[in-house]
């Protein structure tokens, strides 16, 4: 079982940084598939980012997120910069044990088994 937590959300200026932690628990945490889900208001659930052997990225972040991870701090983090008003959202951290060896199956929402709480980002013009 893994219990995640996610942190760092809040309220930014556009063109601001935010750095969001997902904080896990369990013993395989260096083993874990990871990623950040995104669901605005109004909006389904959209990929952000994801890490394993490799990280991908959303089009639409890539060149301003960096997805990161401790594995001694059992942490993952979502570094954002440039932020825009569309990145407003809540932030959804995912973690399974194992996704499988397809690169476009990391950003599917369905192959992550455990979820934490979601924490709110808000991007104001």
């Known amino acids: 079982q893994v219990q995640l937590v996610e942190s760092g959300g809040g309220l930014v200026q556009a063109g601001g940084s935010l750095r969001l932690s997902c904080a896990a628990s369990?013993?395989?945490?260096?083993?874990?598939?990871m990623a950040w889900f995104r669901q605005g208001s109004g909006k389904e659930r959209e990929f952000v980012a994801a890490i394993s052997s490799t990280t991908v990225y959303a089009d639409s972040v890539k060149g301003r997120f960096t997805i990161s991870r401790d594995n001694a701090k059992k942490t993952m983090y979502l570094q954002m910069s440039s932020l825009k008003p569309e990145d407003t959202a809540v932030y959804y951290c995912?973690?399974?044990?194992?996704?499988?060896?397809?690169?476009?199956?990391?950003?599917?929402?369905?192959?992550?088994?455990?979820w934490g709480q979601g924490t709110q980002v808000t991007v104001s013009s």
């Open positions: 995912a973690a399974d044990h194992d996704i499988g060896p397809l690169v476009t199956m990391m950003s599917i929402d369905e192959e992550y088994e455990y």
């Open positions: 369990g013993r395989t945490f260096s083993t874990l598939d």
